[in-house]
């Protein structure tokens, strides 16, 4: 079935650095890919909506121009955070659509800052 | 734009009892709605779904229904086992728009 490559799966970062994290459809084109973000104990909650070629389009309360969304292909979709600062370490996960009517995850990334 | 709602926010049930998720959601277009098991520490994963033209669905001890009238859906498991004990979470979705999530319940099953 269709996969999601998303790398990598765990990464601690010191404060004040930058955290790119890939989202790759190994067998179908990703024309969307969702991008979540889950606080310990806490349910997913939407990031921002990619479109290959077009800015992404952020939730209300997310900084656009901390996490940085580029999808420049249709199997690429990247998450950049800058400056990650401790309240940024979260489980954060991609999401794309397959097919007509198919999803799938991405393996998620969990980011820890120190 | 759509929400989802989810009771009990815990649960424990005794082993080999059933134990039942409920949620709710406000938008009726919605069409696709996956229950996810995640365990402490991994991924979010997929246990089984269903899509609003069907009002039930079974998978071995669990199941789902929807009441698309009164817009909710169940999950069912039974005969619980000690392995069962996890957050699980509701989704729902309408093709071409982004998951929305219920808020968990966090599963015990009680030896």
């Known amino acids: 079935g269709a996969v999601v490559s998303q790398h990598p799966s765990r990464v601690i970062c010191k404060s004040g650095t930058s955290v790119k994290i890939e989202c790759r459809s190994l067998d179908f084109q990703a024309t969307t890919m969702f991008w979540y973000r889950q606080f310990p104990k806490k349910s997913l909650m939407l990031m921002a909506t990619?479109?290959?070629?077009?800015?992404?389009?952020?939730e209300q309360g997310v900084e656009k121009d901390k996490f940085l969304i580029n999808h420049a292909s249709l199997t690429l979709s990247t998450l950049t955070v800058t400056s990650a600062h401790p309240e940024d370490s979260s489980f954060y996960i991609c999401?794309?659509?397959?097919?007509?009517?198919?999803?799938?995850f991405g393996s998620g990334t969990r980011l820890t800052v120190v | 734009g759509e929400n989802v709602e989810q009771h009990p926010s815990t649960l424990s049930v005794q082993e080999g009892d059933s134990a039942v998720i409920k949620c709710t959601y406000s938008?009726?277009?919605?069409?696709?709605f996956p229950w996810y098991k995640q365990e402490l520490g991994k991924r979010p994963q997929l246990i089984i779904d269903i899509r609003s033209n069907v009002g039930e669905k079974k998978d071995q001890r669990i199941a789902v229904t929807l009441n698309k009238t009164a817009k909710h859906f169940s999950l069912h498991i039974t005969e619980t086992q000690p392995e069962d004990s996890a957050v699980y979470f509701c989704a729902a979705n309408l093709y071409g728009q982004n998951f929305v999530f219920g808020p968990g319940t966090r599963l015990s099953v009680l030896p």
């Open positions: 999401s794309a659509e397959t097919d007509l009517n198919g999803y799938t």
């Open positions: 990619s479109n290959e070629g077009s800015k992404a389009t952020y």
């Open positions: 938008d009726s277009a919605s069409n696709y």
